[in-house]
């Protein structure tokens, strides 16, 4: 029963289907017409499906939708390469080709059908309406919320760092756009400019291989409007030449490379691509250097140009379909580059690892999996349960990691929404792993301060406040009218267990201190207390959801080391075994149903 509730029989009738054909083959092709078989062989083999493809390309490159855009900043494309020097501990440097595309970060629309930006109109054929390098906005920042726009989003970004969007009316955003929806994106570059179109400010995007992110927002130590000569008057009071580089250092919080720790700090020059006055057309050139926390250089990695910027505005069909074939396979193949680099640093320069880090409160987490997006949504409704039944005058503001769309939302407890003075509590949810952890525990206090102060998946404003909603409290017994409830949170009674504490060396070379604390075995504790809530307040599609879940997690805990993906590999085994002999036991039957016919045929 339990794996019934886990899965849905989709896969099982596909597999049954699949081996049942498999099985049957010959049987199959007796009852279908041998000259229509040929065709189709002979058109697969006559090239009509490559000419088709042609036909395609040629379409979308020739035909898609053009938007001109007529303000500060052109729409290009910078043929470039990226180089990394490393130079300590051990010496190791590579370089290959890379392709960013440069936006205007207020225009929407297709250039020359090969840039796009934000277009979607839902259609059948709304690909034709795209370029093949796209830019997502959904993809920037934080994640999701797409509605926005650039614009929308970064002038919300800007706001959270307490700055003004009206100081930046101008923005140019350089980056590696999506080729036929893929794209893995090391670090994105947001040029600000102020209303006299000179660079003022950056904003630096940087992605880990993990899925995380950090955003670095970036202001000029040299400031031409807070310098005062010795006449009296600032530097752009007397008209100074605009910057045209971008020159900072900040310290590093954000785990990016499994071969250097989280300390040190980075020192970046970039040129301003646009410059003069945001007519210009490149080239980009940034520089980022990363030191230790001892001061030594560790890294060197630049970007350069390799040929000139390219307008697809101006380029003819023959120019597209060549830029196509030359650059086509640049962004698949960045991942795998780094890996081997990797590669190449461990088993050959002997470079230590450092395991990655729960990410910091100014970071965002990954993506969440299937199983986090499921929980989040009832953790939410749980959290703003337990906020609203307190007695306490309370707002706590929930922010949510890793989940589509995801925006944070405001909780008051009862107290506060009668009018009395609320005490302010923000909770931020650092990694999407704090969901799948969380229902392991059986009581919320507890939960909340392990998380919390050892394993760092979550961040609260005011770790004093939380008793004041998550109390310790007797647990629920387990009562429910339903006797497959009862059966299914029985069994998820039975299979909690503390998860273990997020314990790692620190490098590769480095070992644990003592032997790991085993995880506390709570299987005689009545069910948590968010087991209780869902039991009395959700509906049966929400049970449902949530027992499959949290089921499915103590099941690979179990028997499948934790890897959900290796629980869905023994499923698809046995699925298969069981579909196999299934598919037998019906394929002798159609045998003996078809003799049958014909022997009644023959008579």
Avoid at 242 to 253: C, N, V
Wanted: glycine fraction near 8%.
């Amino acid at each position: 029963m339990g794996y019934w509730t886990v899965y849905d029989g989709d896969v099982d009738v596909f597999v049954l289907a699949a081996l049942s054909v498999f099985r049957q083959w010959d049987l199959l092709v007796e009852h279908i017409d041998a000259t229509l078989l040929e065709k189709l062989a002979r058109l697969a083999g006559s090239g009509s499906l490559a000419l088709v493809l042609a036909i395609m390309i040629v379409q979308r490159v020739a035909m898609a939708r053009e938007k001109r855009w007529d303000g500060p900043g052109k729409i290009l494309l910078f043929p470039s390469r990226t180089t990394h020097s490393r130079i300590f501990p051990k010496k190791h440097s590579f370089s290959y080709s890379y392709l960013v595309v440069g936006v205007p970060v207020n225009w929407e629309g297709t250039a020359g059908g090969i840039v796009s930006v934000g277009t979607n109109n839902g259609g059948l054929f709304s690909w034709l309406s795209k370029g093949w390098y796209t830019i997502d906005p959904g993809d920037y920042l934080d994640r999701g919320r797409a509605e926005l726009g650039l614009r929308g989003k970064l002038d919300a970004y800007l706001q959270d760092q307490g700055a003004d969007p009206a100081s930046y009316p101008h923005a140019y955003l350089v980056t590696a756009a999506r080729f036929l929806g893929y794209h893995f994106n090391p670090v994105s570059f947001w040029y600000l400019y102020d209303a006299d179109k000179a660079l003022a400010a950056m904003v630096l995007e940087v992605n880990n291989t993990f899925g995380e992110r950090r955003m670095y927002f970036l202001t000029p130590d040299d400031d031409p409007s807070k310098q005062i000569t010795s006449d009296g008057l600032s530097a752009k009071e007397r008209q100074t030449p605009p910057r045209t580089t971008m020159k900072q250092s900040w310290p590093k919080d954000f785990h990016v490379s499994p071969f250097n720790s989280r300390k040190g700090g980075y020192s970046l020059v970039a040129s301003d691509p646009l410059s003069p006055g945001m007519q210009g057309r490149g080239p980009v050139v940034n520089t980022i250097n990363l030191v230790s926390s001892k001061g030594h250089g560790k890294l060197v990695a630049r970007l350069v140009p390799e040929g000139s910027a390219i307008d697809p505005d101006a380029m003819s069909l023959f120019d597209k379909l060549k830029f196509l074939a030359s650059w086509w396979w640049v962004g698949f193949l960045t991942f795998p580059r780094i890996v081997k680099e990797a590669g190449v640093l461990f088993f050959r320069r002997k470079l230590h690892v450092w395991f990655r880090p729960e990410p910091l409160k100014q970071s965002i987490g990954r993506q969440a999996d299937s199983t986090e997006r499921r929980l989040e949504p009832l953790f939410r409704k749980y959290l703003q349960h337990l906020v609203v039944q307190s007695t306490t005058p309370l707002a706590v503001k929930y922010i949510p990691s890793g989940v589509p769309d995801g925006t944070s939302e405001l909780m008051l407890s009862s107290a506060a929404k009668d009018g009395a003075p609320a005490e302010e509590v923000e909770f931020k949810v650092l990694t999407p792993v704090f969901y799948s952890r969380f229902v392991h525990y059986a009581h919320d206090l507890e939960a909340f301060s392990c998380e919390l102060q050892e394993n760092c998946t979550i961040w609260v404003s005011r770790p004093d406040l939380l008793p004041k909603f998550a109390l310790r409290k007797p647990l629920p017994v387990l009562a429910t009218s339903s006797y497959v409830d009862f059966a299914y949170f029985k069994l998820i009674q039975k299979l909690r267990t503390r998860p273990e504490r997020i314990e790692r060396p620190l490098t590769s070379s480095a070992s644990l201190a003592g032997k790991p604390v085993p995880a506390d075995d709570i299987r005689g504790f009545r069910i948590s207390p968010m087991d209780g809530y869902v039991l009395a307040h959700e509906t049966g599609p929400a049970k449902a959801v949530y027992r499959s879940s949290v089921l499915k997690l103590f099941l690979a805990d179990k028997i499948a080391l934790g890897l959900i993906p290796l629980l869905d590999t023994q499923r698809l085994i046995l699925q298969t075994w069981f579909a196999w002999h299934l598919s037998t036991a019906l394929g002798r039957v159609l045998a003996a149903l078809t003799l049958a016919l014909r022997k009644q045929v023959v008579g």
